[in-house]
């Protein structure tokens, strides 16, 4: 048995769901002399199939962020069986990268261009002292936070805004995005996490939003003051920058 069933033709076009612990990685994206999630991804697909592969992703998480809802795409040779890739790769590369699904889908369909929202979470442990368990994917907030500054203070993010005063400026960029959720859940007692989906994101915005957010759960800032930051259109209007172990890249949604 082989990954391929020669019995079809044309080109195949796969899509994997991706999951990963990105502690060790140096973000997604490959990079020359560096340890990333696409390097080591494409490295693996490669070997598998025995040819090239070009990846797509639907976002590329900076060094030290995870995720557990990454789509890749890329092209294959007609015929891939895409249940014996999943395992093999999952065989060379998990725990720390696991492919969740692999599917054949339409050659019109692009990991990046076709999805319509991508949804980040961002976990708080909020608690007296720290939790081991959570200690990779958390940010670790001593000071008591206050639910209800946090959740007033996420609700001016909803909408279509200029989030200059959150994003690293990219000449010919824009930094205007629309956030249709902005929302704070509390999953046990001093676990909180933060959800927030738009269309798309630019290079740490949430890292930006959560370390503003915090500001105010902690009562350094007021809620009132969100809507001031986010008019500003400054980056020296953002205190706070939360570290990027405690977000993941939990879903990308497609029509």
């Known amino acids: ?46 070997k598998v199939l025995q040819h090239d ?33 999943q395992n093999s790769i999952n065989s060379m590369l ?60 996420a609700d001016p993010f909803i909408g279509e805004h200029d989030f200059a005063s959150f994003c690293r400026k990219k000449e010919g960029v824009t930094t205007t995005r629309r956030v249709v959720r902005s929302q704070w859940q509390i999953e046990d007692d001093g676990l909180l996490r933060y959800e927030i989906r738009a269309h798309a994101f630019c290079q740490q915005m949430v890292r930006s939003i959560v370390g503003t957010l915090v500001d105010v759960g902690v009562g350094r800032r007021r809620p009132g003051d969100v809507l001031g930051i986010i008019r500003a259109g400054d980056r020296n209007a953002v205190g706070n920058i939360a570290p990027p172990h405690g977000l993941c890249l939990w879903e990308v949604g497609y029509v």
Not at 6 to 19: C, F, S, T, W
Not at 28 to 41: D, K, N
Not at 53 to 73: F, I, K, M, N, P
Request: aromatic content about 10%; proline content about 7%.
């Open 1 to 46: 048995m082989t990954l391929f069933d020669a019995r079809d033709e044309g080109p195949a076009k796969v899509k994997l769901v991706v999951a990963y612990d990105g502690t060790g990685f140096r973000g997604f994206a490959p990079q020359p002399s560096h340890r990333t999630v696409g390097g080591v991804l494409t490295a693996t697909i490669e």
């Open 53 to 85: 592969v070009e990846l797509v992703c639907a976002g590329r998480t900076d060094a030290g962020v995870h995720a557990w809802g990454q789509v890749v795409s890329f092209e294959a040779q007609p015929g891939l069986d895409p249940w014996r890739l």
């Open 94 to 153: 998990a725990p720390e990268v696991v492919v969740r699904s692999s599917e054949l889908v339409a050659p019109s369909f692009d990991a990046r261009h076709s999805a319509e929202w991508r949804q980040y979470r961002y976990t708080i442990v909020n608690r007296p002292v720290p939790d081991p368990f959570q200690d990779r994917f958390s940010w670790y907030v001593a000071e008591k936070l206050d639910l209800r500054a946090l959740r007033l203070a």
